[in-house]
C-alpha cells in the first residue's frame, strides 16, 4: 500500500489523553469564531480503516483549533497541528491538506499526572514549543447536549484550506466523550503567538479525556454552502 492509497483513505484511530484548554476571546479575535482551543494527546494505532490495530503507528499530537459553523453544520477548523511522526505529517498535508507540522513530542503518565512536551523542527517553521502537566480531578461524566461542554468537545466534522484556496472537510464518528474537569500546569505555551494571536486573557475551561475510539473521513471537497 502506498503513501497516497494509504492517506486517501478513511483512518480509524484511538486517541489518549486528551487534554482540551479553552480560552474565551474577544469575537473580533477570530472572525466571531470562538473559543481557540489548545488540545494535546496522542494518536495510537492510526491507520487506514478496517485494518487491525496492530497495523497502524502512534502519532502524538498537539493542535490548536476553534469552532465554527457551515452551513448548518458545526465544526472544527484547525489553524495548526505539531505531530511527532514524519509519515503521519507528510501524509496529512499531501491528502487531508491539513496545516501538520513535524515536532518532537513527548508524553508520560504516571498516576493520572500527564507531562507533555512539543517543540516544533519543521524545516522553515515558526517556533511552537509547548510544556505542560494536566490531570484528570472530580467524576467522569458525558456533557449535556447544548452545554458548553458539548460545545467544546462533540464536533463531528472538520475543514481545511488547501494551497489554493479550495475548501475541503472531513467527517469524524466517535462515541460522545467520556469528560473529566481537569488541572494543568502550562508552563510554555507558544501556539498563540505563532498562529498570529496575543496569548488570550483568563483562565481555559479546562477538560480531560481518557480514551476515545475515532474515525475520520477520507478528505471531500465542500460544495460551498
Wanted: proline content about 8%.
Amino acid at each position: 500500500m502506498g503513501l497516497r492509497s494509504l492517506f486517501d483513505l478513511p483512518i480509524d484511530m484511538g486517541w489518549r489523553h486528551v487534554l482540551f484548554a479553552n480560552w474565551p476571546v474577544d469575537p473580533e479575535v477570530v472572525a466571531a469564531h470562538l473559543p481557540l482551543s489548545v488540545v494535546p494527546f496522542t494518536n495510537i494505532a492510526v491507520r487506514p480503516a478496517g485494518l487491525p490495530a496492530w497495523a497502524g503507528f502512534d502519532l502524538p499530537e498537539l493542535n490548536l483549533r476553534t469552532y465554527v459553523t457551515h452551513g448548518d453544520t458545526e465544526a472544527i477548523y484547525f489553524f495548526s497541528l505539531d505531530a511527532d511522526g514524519i509519515l503521519g505529517v507528510t501524509g496529512a498535508r499531501l491528502f487531508h491538506h491539513l496545516p501538520y507540522y513535524y515536532a518532537d513530542i513527548d508524553i508520560e503518565s504516571d498516576g493520572g499526572l500527564v507531562s507533555y512536551t512539543s517543540r516544533r523542527r519543521h524545516p522553515g517553521a515558526r517556533p511552537a514549543n509547548f510544556d505542560a502537566t494536566y490531570r484528570p480531578t472530580g467524576d467522569g461524566y458525558r456533557s449535556e447536549p447544548g452545554s458548553l461542554d458539548a460545545f467544546l468537545t462533540e464536533r463531528y466534522r472538520f475543514y481545511t484550506e488547501t494551497p489554493g484556496g479550495e475548501l475541503r472537510y472531513s467527517n469524524v464518528q466517535h462515541d460522545r466523550w467520556p469528560l473529566f474537569e481537569a488541572e494543568a500546569d502550562l508552563r510554555t505555551n507558544q501556539v498563540f503567538e505563532t498562529n498570529g494571536f496575543a496569548h488570550p486573557d483568563g483562565d481555559p475551561r479546562l477538560l480531560y479525556s481518557p480514551a476515545l475510539t475515532v474515525s475520520a473521513s477520507e478528505s471531500k471537497r465542500s460544495d460551498g454552502t
